[in-house]
């Protein structure tokens, strides 16, 4: 597993450990998606509205006449806190974690920046 403790097998439930799907028998791993999947649509609302959201923020952003000046670092970190915004819009803004992950992807470039 990577450092992150995440790789594309697994699902986070908000534990220290991520659930590893093929580790779960069939009826589990149904069960888990399905739970995680309410969760996530309790807290950022309608996938389809989310997605919808983002990808308008994405398109003012890629416009932007500075988009292609960007690092691809920096613009990771713009796509994934466009993202985050879409969440906040379209379900709970007063979710913390949003707000701290996108401190996170400014930092990260900032560090990067500071590197430089």
């Not at 691809?72 to 992950?101: C, F, T």
Request: charged fraction near 30%; include cysteine; proline fraction near 3%.
């Amino acid at each position: 597993m990577n450092k992150d403790n995440k790789d594309h097998h697994s699902i986070s439930l908000g534990m220290n450990d991520p659930v590893r799907l093929e580790e779960l028998p069939k009826e589990d791993n149904e069960q888990t998606i399905k739970e995680v999947l309410q969760e996530r649509g309790d807290r950022y609302g309608d996938f389809k509205d989310h997605a919808q959201l983002c990808q308008a923020l994405k398109a003012t952003m890629y416009s932007g006449q500075s988009w292609m000046d960007c690092t691809d670092s920096q613009k990771q970190a713009l796509e994934v806190i466009a993202d985050k915004i879409a969440r906040m819009l379209n379900g709970d803004p007063h979710y913390k974690d949003n707000w701290v992950d996108i401190i996170g992807y400014s930092q990260l470039v900032l560090n990067q920046l500071n590197k430089a």
